[in-house]
């Protein structure tokens, strides 16, 4: 083969236009439609947010609630779904039972069969309704299958209660305080879109051929629980809880490290300074410490981050967001199994809006590989191999 430009894992290349968000990885910002993310945070709500990411702008009050008073009347889930997760092992990843769940959704969706077909990116408005189904279900699929493990009645899930607080609201049984609220509806928030990430990219390939907007998601959800990408935030905080104290952090890291192992939670292709995803996560982490006597936690993290800046600032390794957002819901009593889970009910808001926008202008994804295998064999027969 002549020799050809070889991008292994698309390291720097730029494959789509999008309005959707930028990430400043030198100087590590991020912003939704021109929107600091920071403002996001603090500012706004969930709902607010996904309808920027789709749409372009934020919501005007009218705007909002009709949005609002569809996806709440969409939570609930077909039972023959229920039945389906039902009979998954206990011990199924709950990542995996997302993927299964939002797969047999596809079954039930009634504008799906009516738009199928070689045109189906130029149903906007369909395609909007299947967006906002799939998005306000995720969650619902999660909170089932945690309280059927636990051997808990199910909690059907309320109109009257913010998409993050009706989440938390399914998984307790109980109304989430204002500020479990609030960071639940930060979180998502901060999850809610990133680029060409790895499970943002493979919902597009999907999308690219003109398949659907539920084959995209499960796309999304099983390229999101690997643990290079969404994944990172269970095991970060498996780690931590595996240090166990601050003084032993260097000597964890530092093994690890001669190891040659990763410290998931750190690095990023993207950002080459600090995520300031993890910036807000961490003061609500060190709120959520003092509350939750999970001092001890905190200041392990805080001395992991210490050691590791000291090892590989220098070659651009900072926390990302996946170092923090677990252990604040672990602070708020989330299992641990539950926290890519919790990642994917907030992305899926990112990964439909780049699918509609790719739509506009559909390219199929199709790359090509240097072959590097050998040429003009001659075929030999079984007899004589
Ligand atoms: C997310 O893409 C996104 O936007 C993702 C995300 C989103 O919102 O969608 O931000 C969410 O996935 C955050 C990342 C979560 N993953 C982890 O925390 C897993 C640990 N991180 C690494 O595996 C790594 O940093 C990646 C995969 C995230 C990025 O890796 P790159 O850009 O491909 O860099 P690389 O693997 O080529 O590493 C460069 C060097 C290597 O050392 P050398 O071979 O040059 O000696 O840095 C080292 C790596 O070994 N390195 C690490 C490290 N990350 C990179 N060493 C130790 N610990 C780490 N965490």
């Known amino acids: 083969m002549s020799e050809v430009p070889l991008h292994i ?6 494959v789509a236009k999008s309005s959707l968000s930028y990430i400043d990885g030198a100087a590590g910002k991020l912003i939704y439609r021109g929107y ?17 990411l789709w749409f372009g702008k934020l919501p005007n009050k009218k705007e909002l609630e009709d949005m609002k008073t569809f996806m709440a009347e969409e939570r609930e889930i077909p039972e023959q779904v229920v039945e389906i997760i039902s009979k998954l092992p206990k011990d199924t990843h709950p990542m995996d039972v997302l993927r299964t769940g939002v797969s047999a959704l596809s079954g039930f969706d009634p504008d799906l069969p009516k738009i199928w077909g070689p045109k189906i990116n130029e149903y906007k408005e369909e395609n909007v309704r299947i967006g906002l189904r799939i998005t306000s279900k995720m969650p619902t699929i999660v909170a089932y299958f945690y309280r059927m493990r636990e051997g808990k009645e199910l909690v059907h899930p309320r109109k ?24 639940m509806d930060m979180a998502l928030i901060l999850h809610a879109d990133h680029g060409a990430n790895a499970s943002t990219f493979n919902c597009m390939v999907t999308a690219s051929t003109l398949s659907d907007l539920y084959s995209s998601v499960v796309s999304g959800i099983s390229t999101l629980k690997g643990p290079w990408h969404g994944g990172a935030n269970e095991a970060a905080l498996r780690m931590l809880l595996e ?22 939670g750190f690095g990023h292709r993207v950002y080459k300074a600090y995520d300031p995803r993890a910036r807000i996560l961490k003061k609500y982490a060190e709120k959520l410490a003092k509350e939750t006597g999970n001092e ?43 926290f890519t889970p919790i990642f994917a009910i ?40």
Do not use: C
């Open 9 to 14: 894992g698309l390291r720097g290349i730029y």
């Open 243 to 264: 240090i166990g104290s601050p003084d032993r952090a260097r000597e964890y890291v530092e093994e690890k490290l001669r190891r040659k192992e990763r410290i998931m």
């Open 296 to 338: 001890n936690l905190f200041q392990t993290a805080l001395e992991v981050e210490k050691v590791m800046v000291e090892l590989l600032g220098g070659k651009g390794i900072f926390p990302n967001v996946d170092f923090y957002s677990g252990q604040v819901y672990h602070m708020l009593g989330i299992p641990t199994d539950l």
């Open 160 to 183: 009257d209660l913010s998409h993050a607080a009706n989440f938390l609201y399914m998984m307790w049984g109980r109304e989430p305080t204002e500020l479990e609220g609030k960071i």
């Open 36 to 52: 600091a993310i920071e403002d996001l945070a603090e500012k706004a709500s969930y709902e607010e947010v996904l309808y920027l």
């Open 346 to 385: 907030s992305r899926v808001a990112g990964w439909i809006g780049h699918v509609l926008e790719y739509w506009e202008e559909n390219v199929l994804i199709r790359p090509r590989f240097v072959y590097t295998g050998p040429m003009h064999q001659e075929f030999v027969p079984l007899e004589v191999r």
